[in-house]
């Protein structure tokens, strides 16, 4: 199947592209992506070294198990169970900070909504309109 380009079709697909929400997405995942680089690295350089301490120095990056040992012409393969420890750690606390920034922005909004909304200038001057005919 060949697709066609035209012109219509690129001002289609600048349309989208220049959306306001692909924008967005676009920023967040661009941070979501440093993020996940400083989570990684707070799950493998604070949380993990205290944790293997208080597991009797274990290193979860080295664990494995070594389902072929190496040969002169092939390399081992190896289950790596405690990388994915980590990546299972980095997910929960990615998932936490996620979760309360989440309720936060829905405290927000809840809060936002809850405002009594100010009269415009047209019910406020109708209101002094009805006062002052009132009297």
Known sequence: MIIKFNTNMLQEFKKFALKG??????????IGAAFGKIVSSFVSDVIMPPIGVLTGGVNFDGLFITLKKATDTTAAVNLNYGLFIN???????????????????NKLRKKEAEKPVA?????????????????
């Not at 929400?21 to 661009?30: E, K, Q, S, T």
């Open 21 to 30: 929400n692909v924008m967005d997405m676009a920023v967040g995942v661009i």
């Open 87 to 105: 990546a299972i750690i980095d997910f929960l606390i990615i998932a936490f900070v996620i979760f309360l920034a989440v309720k936060q922005i």
């Open 119 to 135: 009269p415009s200038e047209e019910i406020l001057l109708l209101r002094e309109i009805r006062d002052s005919l009132k009297k």
